[in-house]
């Protein structure tokens, strides 16, 4: 039993003492020790991989510890199941939204714990109850609209009223500024402040040290499976912080000298893209792309940047544009041409386009290069050389594995897309297409990533970088334009704007009109 | 604030086309597509095309290919590709003949429903439990079935009055129902021959005339399968495991429960749809279903995956069916109708911009149209192809807005959850 802090003050919404997972060949947490005290937004950082998200799961009952206690109230539980947690009154936002695209929010909300009896569910009552907590914890959320119809941050309330419906006191939120624009941070942080002043205990996993000094109570820091620290951000520095997590300073995204020369390599003229229902979802685009230039691309998400990115890529057919690569006319070649005339592409969800999970390292090394040296030879696929250059990928790039014959799905988010960034690299790309390069890892990973595509910038490659992350757009472009419903509405000089002026152009809050 | 507002406004991607149309368009295509008929009618000479007759035939013919989508739609809602309805109905079939010619058509319709639910439960174990490849699990059962329902067919139908090795003892037909003044004074309109207000008056009779209690179980039960699936917590969490099951299982639903559920009623369904069959054929035999578990997973694509959707998918099918019955005349008038519906696709695909896709319907269109004037009557050996020919094309043409369940098909894991 953990002693009970003495005085008059409440017990510890939740409290973890001695927590140690294992995991065959690593240990994921060891003798971690956290305790929340309630109505508190309490942050958890620590570098990707560093264990945050194994604690959270032991806490949320997806797995259990090896060893230690976690007491709710001051008393020990045991959770065998997330229903024991949700029993408990603890509710997990998830980082990779569980929403049923297809489904109503309201459907979305009730499932599994929905009112009314088995034969007709009250959706009359659910609809209500919906309301009730949206406008009491000013969420705004409209049950009956489809789930798929909404944008990132709407999703993100959605999950929040899902946990709060379920009567969740303590909830969860893992890395849920990972997907947002600023405006939306604020209002996530509203938000939090409001369920804070409800009595709600709030667990806000992040690596961003800015959002978490502003809205954190207490701060603990992990690093390599342990808790390492526990700070109030009073106290604090984003530096000391960045320390504690990484044991270095926080890296910056900044470009040196200007390396853009007047030679393009990439120029689309006019590009259109339709969807499936004949709306245009890429109207008319055109910009060039300089040897050594890196154009940013800002903009909320769902505003054509896949699309964009497809067309490029030859993975979707333009309606109409031209796309040249250094002079040649690459608007109908296949995309497996297109990447031999030297396109690189770091797509934006890894698991789904970047690499196969269930696949060897330099397996996945050779997929995409899979015609080309050093990877195969003739017809046939040249193991020996592709491991070799695997091997330097992991090497040079810093991947952390244990080998390269390990499936990817071994290798944390953060690794994992360190190993694309290689893959991409190799083979002397002329042209990089770069989807949040950066999303989801952690900060020594962003930097080894950024200094990869400064490094290859200065030998003169062009890169096309679309981000949610406002500071590595600004930091990292040599130009930035704006894509709001398809179109490029504003081009801003990176040396002067700010994540503020841009978020307002990104939803057409200026120059609309 | 306003900051916060402008940003919902602008991470909403901007509306899609029309969810739903107003009633009175569905009224107005309804009756644009009954002038159509009665215009070809008139042109082509085919009574058939909106007799009563045909209607009749083309709900019969309906009902069987109604269940199979039913069918499919309730185990594809949960995730679960079955393809296997095929086989499923072929057990529907055999049990219809084996408990319908000793106890009776609605015995006949418990067994084939018993027996489809077996074959369910089959494919269950294997896609849900094992994991097994959907498709192969469902071909599997195809291969299966036929053979199980002719072994036992011998078994039991050799010796038995009337019956042979490939076929059962008649089975009495179900009981039918005729609304009796209003299918007297619509007899008397169709009679006419009047334009339009007949061929109304023709459609409505074979609605209402000599309709198999089958039939109408059938409506009820896409009726409820609406009420189940879409108003009810059983529903929800049906659905949710074809969605988005992770999701599901992470606030607390048993996926594998409502899975084995799903693919068990879907097997129901179908054999259901194979009992239908039997019964209203009088008979069950070897190789009754041909194909119709297929076109009935053709209708539920069609239908987008809801009951409404499907019926009308099935009813489409069931017509061209009916027409095929009625002989080399009336799919001949089919071509014309063909014809011009595609020349309408065409239309419609070339204004939401589809243009290859226009131009191959058009092209269809017209080369249907000039099959029609160039000729007097289709060859008998085509009339029989005539409801796949239609199937291909529906498909073909119809899959550009359809959304299937976003899970469908993949192999779910409990504990997969990240």
Redesign the interface.
Known sequence: MPTEPAGGEPAPAVELTGITKRFPGVVANSDVNITVRPGTVHALVGENGAGKSTLMKILYGMQQPDEGVIAVHGAPVVFASPADAIGAGIGMVHQHFMLADNLTVLENVVLGSEPGSAVALDFAAARRRIRDISDSYGLNVDPDRLVDELGVGERQRVEILKVLYRGARTLILDEPTAVLVPQEVDELFGNLRELKAEGLTILFISHKLDEVLSVADDITVIRRGTTVASVSPKEVTARKLAELMVGTALPVPELRESTVTDRPVLTVTGLTVTGADGRRVLDDVSFTIHAGEVLGIAGVEGNGQAELVEALMGIRAPAAGRIALGGRDITRLPTRRRREAGMGYIPEDRHRQGVVLESTLWENRVLGHQTRKPSSRGPLIDIRAAKADTERIVRDYDVRTPNIDVHASALSGGNQQKLIVGREMSADPVLLIASHPTRGVDVGAQAAIWDHIRRARAEHLAVLLISADLDELIGMSDSLSVILRGRLVADHDPATVTPEQLGSAMTGAEGED | M???L????????????KRKLPALAWVGAIAAVLLVLSAVRVFAGATDLTSSGTVQAALTAAVPLAMAALAGMWAERAGVINIGLEGMMVLGTFGAGFAGYQWGPWAGVVFGLLLGAIGGLLHAVATVTFGVDHIISGVAINLLAPGLALFLSKLYFSDAPGGGQKQSPRIDDAQKITIPGLSDVLGAVEDKRWFFVSDVAGMLRGLVTQVSLLTVLAALLIAGSVWLLW???????L??CG??P???E????NVYKYKYLAVTASGAFAGLGGAFLAVSSGQFRDGQTSGRGFIGLAAMIFGNWRPGGLAAGASLFGYTDAMALRGSAAVHALLLLLGIALVVVAVLQLR???HVLSSVAGFLGVLFGFWYFSSDAVPAELVGAAPYVVTLLVLGLAS??L?P??FIGAPYLR?Q??
């Not at chain 2, 402008?6 to 086309?17: D, E, F, K, L, Y």
């Not at chain 2, 108003?231 to 969490?237: E, V």
């Not at chain 2, 992470?250 to 639903?253: I, M, N, Q, T």
């Open positions: 306003t900051a916060g402008s940003v919902r406004a602008g991470s909403t991607p901007p509306a899609r086309g108003h009810t917590p059983f529903g929800l969490r659905r949710s969605e988005a992770v999701a599901a992470s606030l607390g639903v939401s911009g589809h550009q807005r959304r369940p976003k504990g959850g990240k």
